[in-house]
């Protein structure tokens, strides 16, 4: 097992305070960039290694009780073996990112895009095709994607040398150090491009309109996004695309409202019809059906037609188609109309009637409450 605190020169007890401070101190004359000497470079290791276990409270606490991260053979991650260089050491102590060497791929994935989509309720139930028309980058077709004009190349970025970063020597408490940075002249790819594509400017892809064919499930609402993977913008230097979402909004119906995957409407009743009972025929998305009036059809009664909803998005089956009856009093009466209803009334005792009071929430509204709370 590696000893260390021996490879730091710091106590077992020692703050974390002091073992940052042994560390900067070993690494300050260590550091192969430093220091040129013999062994310099496999004691900075050792340093660097020790501080990784002791800098950090957890591994330092497994430590202590005997396990050592790098006894099995397993670099941890962090200062594993070859290329040590001072941005590793400044990263240490300044907790900055690991960052990526060399230069960047000019390749870039492509954004996702997001198309809005209105369609009728009828489509929403049993799900339909649309015909888009979207507009987004694909790949140049002159250049395929790299940017050059066809016949010429990238060249190597003159101030870089194609390495895609520039090296400055800064002061600082370490001594003299060099830090790396992207190259501005070829904005750290390493590369430029000497002829540019005439078509897309070099930037391997163009705008265009292109028709898109959509499915769009049966059951989907309003809010529902479609993805279409690798159907959105093409990304620059011919990289791949980002993905397309298709975002949908169901118009809302004249007669039908939806509730989930239930439809709901309403049907007026002429009073004697609603009284008397009948059969009458409901116009629904599946075309016209039978609905049986109860005799002694009440207003906001409900009637479940059931699976003539829409069809759920996951899963198979439909939901229902709930009616309402919407019972109308009869107005404008003529003389004779009146006759007879008086006549009713007074068959049926109904001449004084007593105006009892009704509990509350029977009304339409009420009915619908309830139709939706499942009572
Ligand atoms: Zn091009
Ligand atoms: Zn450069």
Redesign the pocket.
């Known amino acids: 097992m590696n000893d260390y605190y021996a490879d730091l020169g710091v106590a077992r007890d020692a703050s974390a305070e002091e073992i940052k401070r042994a560390y900067r101190r070993l690494a300050r004359k260590l550091h192969p960039d430093v220091n040129q000497g013999a062994d310099a470079e496999e004691q900075f290791k050792r340093v660097s290694r020790a501080y990784e276990v002791l800098g950090d409270a957890d591994k330092r606490h497994s430590y202590d009780l005997g396990v050592d991260p790098f006894a099995t053979g397993g670099g941890a991650g962090g200062f594993g073996g070859q290329g040590f260089s001072f941005s590793d050491v400044m990263d240490a102590f300044f907790g900055g990112g690991a960052a990526a060497r060399g ?1 960047r791929s000019r390749s870039h994935r492509g954004q996702d895009a997001l198309v809005r989509m209105q369609i009728d309720l009828a489509d929403a139930v049993f799900g339909c095709e649309e015909e888009l028309t979207i507009e987004t980058a694909v790949r140049c077709s002159t250049c395929h994607g790299d940017g050059c004009q066809p016949g010429t190349g990238l060249g190597t ?10 090296q400055t020597v800064q002061r600082s408490f370490l001594g003299q150090v060099m830090t790396s940075r ?11 491009i000497t002829h540019p594509c005439f078509e897309c400017s070099g930037e391997g892809r163009v705008r265009t309109r292109r028709p898109l064919t959509l499915k769009v499930p049966a059951g989907v609402d309003t809010g529902t996004r479609i993805q279409l993977a690798g159907e959105g913008e093409v990304g620059t230097g011919g990289g791949p695309a980002g993905d397309l979402y298709v975002e949908v909004r169901v118009e809302a119906h004249p007669t039908f409202t939806r509730r989930g995957d239930d439809l709901h409407c309403r049907v007026e009743l002429p009073m004697t019809a609603a009284a008397l009972g009948t059969t009458i025929e409901l116009q629904t998305f599946d075309g016209a059906r039978p609905l049986d009036v109860r005799p002694g059809t009440q207003p906001g009664d409900t009637q479940t037609l059931r699976g003539l909803g829409v069809t759920h998005l996951r899963g198979s089956g439909r939901g229902d188609l709930i009616v309402h009856a919407d019972v109308q009093t009869p107005t404008r009466l003529t003389e004779a109309q009146q006759e007879l209803l008086r006549e009713l009334a007074v068959l049926r005792g109904e001449e004084r009637p007593e105006g009892k009071m009704a509990p509350t929430d029977k009304g339409f509204l009420g009915k619908l409450r309830d139709a939706f709370k499942g009572a």
């Open positions: 230069p970025c003159v101030l870089c040398g194609g390495r895609g970063e520039v992207p190259c501005q002249a070829c904005h750290g790819y390493g590369s430029t």
